[in-house]
Every structure is written in C-alpha cells, then in structure tokens.
T-cell receptor, first 113, second 112 residues
Framework: AAGVIQSPRHLIKEKRETATLKCYPI?????VYWYQQGPGQDPQFLIS???????DKGSIPDRFSAQQFSDYHSELNMSSLELGDSALYFC????????????FGSGTRLTVV | DAKTTQPTSMDCAEGRAANLPCNHS???????VYWYRQIHSQGPQYIIH???NNETNEMASLIITEDRKSSTLILPHATLRDTAVYYC?????????????FGKGTKLSVKP
C-alpha cells in the first residue's frame, strides 16, 4: 500500500541557509500535518493543511512557512536556519472527516552545522 | 484536547503481554483515545483508537474504563520489535477534529 513519502531523507545545511522539505501524502488523503522532533524530544505539531488551505498552526517559527499544492503534496520551507532547527521532521496525512489515525512518513533528518 | 498521563517507562518479557496504562481523567464526551508508537527515529505508527467500547485489531487491544477516565493498551505477545515509545493521545475526531498532540509517552522495553 502507498505510504506517506518524504524527501529528502537526510539534509545538511549551514546556519542561515534555507531548506525545503517535501511531503507526498497517501492518495485521496485531504489533510497534511507537519511535526518537528528534536533530539530526545517528543514530536511537536507545527502546522496542518486541509484541501490546500492552512488548517491549524502549532509551534511553527516565523522563519518557517509551508503550503499544500494542487496535487496535495506539501512543502515546508525553512529560512535563516539555526543550529536548534536540527531535528527530525515528520509529515503525516489523513482523511479529515474520518476518525482513523494519521499515517506518518519516515521523516527528514535535518542537520544544521 | 484533554491531557494524558502515562508511566515514563515499562519493561516486559518477550512473549508476555504488555499492558500500558493511560490516565485521561478530563476527557470530553466527543474525544477519542488514540495510541501511537514510535520505534527509534522512525515515524510514529498508528496502533488503535476507541471512543468508549473496547477495541481489538491485529496489533493490539484497547480497554477503556466505563467512566472513560483511563485506558490500557494491551500487546498480547510482546516481541523485541515492540520496543518503542508508546503515546496515548485524546482528541476530537471527525469534522471538528483536533490536532494530534504528543505528550510524554511510555518507553516500553521488551527483554529476551
């Protein structure tokens, strides 16, 4: 079965650079979520999109932005990277009006040096 | 969304049942109980969810108390591959759904 695809799997950037993470949800899933997980931390909700519109916002820094495109894939754009942005970034997708759980991707490991 | 409380860690012998408790005393009538797990550095994995009835699937069973203030996730025959952090999350689902907010889960160590 198709899963949530994230790319790239690993990314190394220098401080003050920008990074773009991509997420391809499960076909026919209409909602995408982004999470950040720092070393030794629990996943923190960043932002979600439903039908290409921002649905909810969590603890996403102002330096980050995201969008969902017409084909439902989503991108998380991160600018002015800081060392503290080094983390695993997970994307998840779901069908909004159903009670089923989210399906998570394998994540992108971002290292800022 | 209601807050949950779970033990920080638990051990379980391989082949035995793992019973993971969760307290959610402030749960609202329209909030579901969800369980996810995260094996080291992998994406969280959905296990099971329930509203008020006990539920069972191929991975686990979920027992919810009658007053819905607590629940237990049961892995009937734990294997080494079940070693993970287990998260109990309560949220509104469906049209007015809340976001999945991870708290401090239970680190389950399955030992040979």
């Amino acid at each position: 079965a198709a899963g949530v695809i994230q790319s790239p799997r690993h990314l190394i950037k220098e401080k003050r650079e920008t990074a773009t993470l991509k997420c391809y949800p499960i076909p026919r899933h209409d909602t995408v979520y982004w999470y950040q997980q720092g070393p030794g931390q629990d996943p923190q909700f960043l932002i979600s999109f439903y039908e290409k519109m921002q649905s909810d916002k969590g603890s996403i820094p102002d330096r980050f932005s995201a969008q969902q495109f017409s084909d439902y894939h989503s991108e998380l754009n991160m600018s002015s990277l800081e060392l503290g942005d080094s983390a695993l970034y997970f994307c998840a997708s779901s069908v909004r009006d159903r009670v089923l759980g989210y399906t998570f991707g394998s994540g992108t490991r971002l290292t800022v040096v | 969304d209601a807050k949950t409380t779970q033990p920080t860690s638990m051990d379980c012998a391989e082949g035995r049942a793992a019973n993971l408790p969760c307290n959610h005393s402030t749960i609202s009538g329209n909030e579901y109980v969800y369980w996810y797990r995260q094996i080291h550095s992998q994406g969280p994995q959905y296990i099971i969810h329930g509203l008020k009835n006990n539920e069972t699937n191929e991975m686990a069973s979920l027992i919810i108390t009658e007053d819905r203030k607590s629940s237990t996730l049961i892995l009937p025959h734990a294997t080494l591959r079940d070693t993970a952090v287990y998260y109990c999350i309560v949220r509104v689902a469906g049209r007015s759904q809340g976001n999945l907010i991870f708290g401090k889960g239970t680190k389950l160590s399955v030992k040979p």
